[in-house]
């Protein structure tokens, strides 16, 4: 009789691991949950993420600069397309205290990698609903992002098309036929092209991994 109770508790314990397993399963595979974060965190996160927002966008556009004056909008879209990620990772591991995460995202990607996620696309709508209501952008947004138990805070600041951005962003009308070679063959789902001055183009992200709260 004895043997039978402990089988039997060993069976319901079993049972209630695999069912906890399960639960915990399903949770962490749940979409996050976002909301605009507190005016006092948003603060504090604008104060350390800028700056680093700011610092990740001048690196891009004066070696972009550079490139195009060297070797031309065809030979500067190669360049990018091989050191753009790991200038990204550079400047991500300068601030790795502070930040978990930097990356440019769009609704409207080129180097798939840069495709948003869940948390991206919620921040994307919201400058993507000003820009049809033909209201003023955000200056930034910061994001409060709950998932697993874990709470974590994002900055975004939008990225606007210059005139440097139109080489490779602008009309395929006037791109030259190597250019547009290059970038079917190195982007062939390429969706980011036929921009005009001062469009929005997508979001620098960056989350701020001092400020994740369990």
């Not at 915990?24 to 507190?38: D, F, G, K, R």
């Not at 982007?187 to 620098?204: C, N, Q, S, V, W």
Request: hydrophobic share 35%.
């Amino acid at each position: 009789m004895k043997r039978k109770w402990a089988i039997i508790k060993i069976r319901f314990f079993l049972f209630f691991i695999f069912l906890f397993s399960f639960f915990l399963s399903a949770h962490s595979q749940q979409e996050p949950v976002t909301s605009i974060a507190s005016l006092e965190k948003s603060q504090a996160i604008e104060k350390i993420a800028s700056p680093i927002a700011q610092e990740f966008q001048e690196s891009l556009k004066n070696i972009l600069t550079t490139k195009i004056k060297e070797l031309g909008p065809t030979g500067a879209l190669e360049y990018c397309s091989l050191n753009a990620m790991p200038l990204t990772e550079k400047i991500k591991q300068k601030h790795g205290s502070t930040i978990s995460l930097l990356k440019r995202t769009s609704d409207k990607v080129r180097n798939p990698l840069n495709k948003p996620d869940y948390a991206e696309k919620e921040a994307l709508e919201i400058f993507l609903e000003a820009q049809r209501r033909h209201e003023p952008m955000p200056a930034n947004y910061v994001q409060k992002v709950e998932q697993d138990w874990t709470i974590k805070y994002r900055y975004y600041k939008p990225i606007f098309i210059g005139n440097i951005c139109l080489n490779c962003h602008g009309s395929t009308s006037q791109m030259s036929p190597s250019l547009k070679e290059e970038l079917h063959k190195r982007y062939p789902m390429d969706e980011a092209t036929g921009y005009k001055l001062g469009d929005f183009r997508g979001l620098i992200t960056i989350e701020v991994s001092m400020f994740q709260e369990e």
